[in-house]
């Protein structure tokens, strides 16, 4: 019997042609997820409403304003215990102990057997007060009665009315009873209020002191922003420093910690503190823990400085206000005043501000300059800011050297007698020619006769590291090295000469370095110069090759400025600008002068001068023309001094000229019928003279070629 299937549902896939056979996984479902329990999900409820800002805020406001409350009463029970006993004075006399004063704990001892004493004398007096108060009660009371019933008397006898003896007295009882029902009236609403005013007087009080944990006080107040420097504050950053012997002398101090501080004074953008050190604590101390001091002060620390005062174990903290330090200063007075002029021997450049916010000026006269730093911090701009102010003194000769060459010095071309700009070892070559030039006319300077006064020569190299890095060596018979920091370098040598012996005639040596070392900038070059300035720095080290062991070691710091953010702020050591007595350096803030505006002040100074004409390389051909060189350091003036005529033949060719005197100048000149002559007193040599001459001569080579 054969059985019929029957299909109820119709298949939709097609028929597989596969006839292998097919294995089915089966997957059993996942199984449902379990119910979150409530407790649970209350927990989660409740840590996210704790977690939340506003119930946090709301916590530290509560508890804020409760600690306020309840530690100004703490503040105004201690300052009543101070007023009625004599533990202010005791506590003054163990700070005076822990600090060393013996004589201030002498005084404090005295005012307090004074205190003692008057306090007896009050007390003793009290004994006698309740007798002295009754006869008095009773005797005002007396006169008062007699008064009202005089007055009374008067009354009568005018009105004619007997009645009119006791007005007075009646109307004084009214009054009297009308105070009582007042007092009866408010004494229940008083009794109310009363100790709410006094709670909110203890609030008061506290939040001026914002006495509440920090966790408690505003974001403003717990960040710090705005506080002001005070002396509890002070004492307090001192005492957290982890100076023990510190910390232990602030503690056996009590709350008179403070003794150790001098006045709290303004100074430019923040605040100025000299502390006198426990005995047992050096200065040195505080000084290492800079950082630390600063950030306990709520202050980043390039805004704490720390200085070494004349005063013996004591330090001068100056603090600026937050930020302040990152505003820029004001322009330059080069740039806003047109009219201004320069001094070498009396004046002084404005460079720009110290931390107190007063102008900065700078005397360059007789003084060699070294300005360090890293690189791009503002070291010519810095540099480039004096020679710009002394540019406006048209007796002042420069001779620049630019060994970066990205035409920061262009200005000065037309100013300069030389300017070499290029970063190459023919530059470093030319340099130093340049500077061996200057040595020449230092010699010739030296043997002219005592009294003779000498213009300003300044002999400026930018970049120098690069003259002292450099490997070339001289041609020929001269094999010496031009860079290096040996005897038998000429750079090195010829800087040394001008170290030694430039000062009296008035050739100066100017230098601008970047991330000093003793292969760049040599020991023996670098304590040469009277006026040391630098920039931001990596480490102390630098700064003692920049700055010297004193300066550093009172105080000065330039590898603690910020590279960037610091930059054209200078650390300087000088005897020409005015430090505070007891300190080795100060730091400034120097104005910022662009190109254009640089620019300005040089076409300025051109205006003052005659006309120079600014050599760009040293001819060092053997060859030589005297005459034609005379025309070309004359340039375009009518006329030049003699002696001028000489320093810039000295210069040109340092060989042809250096030995030159004034017989050579004029037997040349003489020759050529373009004799020197005098002009208000002064022998000059004329430009068209010169001229002639050489047209002259130029003819008559020509006339005898044809």
């Not at 199984?31 to 329990?37: F, S, Y």
């Not at 009646?170 to 709670?199: C, H, M, Y």
């Not at 717990?222 to 002396?231: K, L, M, Q």
């Not at 700009?421 to 070559?429: C, K, L, S, Y």
Request: glycine share 8%.
């Amino acid at each position: 019997m054969s059985e019929n299937v029957v299909h109820l549902h119709k298949a939709t896939d097609p028929p597989t042609v596969d006839t292998a056979p097919t294995v089915l996984t089966v997957v059993p479902d996942a199984p449902p997820a379990r119910p979150v329990p409530l407790w649970v999900r209350s927990g989660r409820v409740i840590r996210s409403g704790i977690r939340h800002e506003s119930t946090r805020a709301t916590v530290r406001a509560a508890a804020r304003h409760s600690l306020y409350t309840f530690n100004g009463g703490r503040i105004v029970a201690r300052r009543a215990w101070d007023g009625r006993t004599g533990s202010r004075y005791e506590r003054m006399i163990r700070a005076a102990e822990a600090a060393g004063n013996l004589e201030a704990a002498e005084e404090w001892e005295e005012r307090l057997q004074r205190f003692r004493a008057a306090r007896h004398h009050r007390r003793m007096d009290l004994l006698h007060s309740p007798v002295d108060a009754a006869k008095g009660v009773a005797v005002g009371a007396g006169m008062s009665i007699g008064a009202l019933v005089a007055l009374g008397v008067v009354m009568a006898i005018n009105t004619g009315h007997a009645s009119d003896v006791v007005t007075p007295l009646s109307a004084t009882v009214d009054f009297i009873a009308l105070l009582i029902r007042i007092v009866q009236i408010v004494w229940g609403p008083a009794l109310s209020i009363g100790p709410f005013l006094a709670l909110l007087a203890l609030w008061s009080v506290g939040r001026k002191q914002h006495a509440a944990p920090a966790w408690a006080l505003p974001a403003n107040v717990r960040n710090s922003e705005g506080e002001p420097i005070t002396p509890s504050i002070v004492v307090k950053a001192l005492r957290d420093l982890g100076v023990p012997a510190l910390a232990r002398a602030i503690k056996e101090m009590g709350d008179a910690g403070a003794s150790m501080l001098g006045p709290i004074r303004i100074a430019g953008c923040g605040v100025e503190v000299d502390v006198t050190l426990p005995s047992g604590v050096a200065t040195n101390e505080v000084q290492a823990k800079r950082r630390k001091l600063a950030e306990n002060l709520t202050r980043h620390e390039h805004e704490v400085f720390i200085t070494i005062p004349q005063a013996a174990r004591t330090v001068r903290l100056w603090v600026a206000d937050s930020g302040a330090l990152d505003e820029p200063i004001g322009p330059s007075p080069l740039v806003t005043d047109d009219t201004m002029t320069a001094d070498y021997t009396k004046g002084k450049a404005p460079w720009g501000q110290d931390l107190r916010g007063d102008a900065a000026a700078l005397s360059l006269y007789q003084r060699h300059l070294l300005i360090t730093g890293l690189s791009n911090q503002g070291k010519t701009v810095a540099l480039r800011s004096l020679a710009l102010w002394l540019s406006l003194d048209k007796s002042v000769q420069f001779l620049m050297g630019d060994l970066k060459g990205a035409g920061d010095w262009n200005m000065f071309d037309g100013l300069a007698d030389t300017l070499i700009q290029g970063p190459t070892d023919e530059h470093v070559i030319q340099v130093t020619e340049m500077v061996e030039g200057a040595v020449t006319e230092m010699n010739r300077r030296l043997q002219a006769p005592p009294g003779t006064v000498f213009p300003p020569l300044i002999v400026l190299v930018d970049e120098a590291q690069v003259a002292f890095m450099c490997p070339a060596k001289g041609t020929g018979k001269d094999k010496r090295p031009y860079g290096g920091a040996k005897a038998d370098s000429r750079y090195f040598m010829a800087v040394r000469k001008i170290h030694n012996q430039g000062r009296a005639v008035n050739v100066l040596m100017w230098q601008g370095t970047q991330d000093p070392t003793n292969e760049n900038l040599p020991k023996l070059v670098r304590e040469g110069a009277h006026t040391r300035a630098s920039l931001a720095l990596g480490t102390e080290s630098q700064a003692r090759m920049a700055l010297g062991d004193k300066a550093v070691d009172g105080g000065a710091a330039p590898n603690l400025l910020r590279p960037g953010l610091d930059r054209g702020t200078l650390v300087v050591a000088s005897d020409g600008i005015s430090i505070p007595a007891g300190q080795s350096s100060i730091t400034v803030r120097t104005h910022y002068i662009d190109d254009d505006a640089a620019t300005a002040i040089t076409d300025r100074a051109k205006a003052l001068r005659d006309g120079v004409t600014t050599l760009h390389a040293i001819d060092r051909s053997a060859e030589h023309d005297p005459l034609a060189d005379i025309a070309a350091v004359i340039g375009d003036a009518p006329r030049v001094r003699t002696k001028d005529v000489l320093a810039r033949l000295a210069t040109r060719n340092a060989d042809a000229y250096g030995d030159w005197s004034f017989l050579d100048l004029k037997r040349v000149l003489d020759d050529a019928d373009a004799s020197p002559y005098k002009s208000d007193g002064v022998m000059c040599v004329a430009r068209d003279r010169v001229a002639r001459a050489l047209a002259n001569r130029d003819g008559d080579g020509s006339a005898s070629a044809e």
